[in-house]
């Protein structure tokens, strides 16, 4: 099993900047992608970002050039930078972790989330 600690997030004005991280832990395999996802109120859950074990990334669109992700494998960890946030940036970010076992399975892994509000 694979447990996965966030920390950060809070409340923040818009324009403004924060960051989030995600520490892995337990019987980690790589390679694997660790990131960000987040549910708005009254929207489903959907990509930020993601980045794997070799420093592939992956960003939604109305991310790009505001949010970065990185990650030390070392640590288990990623990161993710946010600036220049907007209101509809707010939202519950959840930590991810896939790890492809075999073409028909992959494992994944939630952490319990963080709120980040922006206020107007």
């Known amino acids: 099993q694979v447990q996965l600690v966030e920390s950060g997030g809070g409340l923040v004005q818009t324009g403004g900047s924060l960051s989030v991280s995600c520490t892995a832990s337990g019987s980690i395999k790589s390679p694997n992608t660790m990131g960000w996802y987040c549910r708005a109120p009254g929207k489903q859950r959907e990509l930020v970002a993601t980045m794997s074990t070799t420093g592939i990334t992956n960003y939604a669109d109305s991310v790009k050039g505001r949010l970065t992700i990185s990650r030390d494998n070392v640590k288990n960890t990623v990161y993710l930078q946010m600036n220049s946030l907007k209101p509809e940036d707010k939202a519950v970010y959840y930590c991810?972790?896939?790890?492809?076992?075999?073409?028909?399975?992959?494992?994944?892994?939630w952490g319990p989330g963080t709120q980040i509000t922006v206020s107007s």
């Open positions: 991810n972790l896939q790890h492809r076992v075999s073409p028909y399975l992959t494992n994944d892994y």
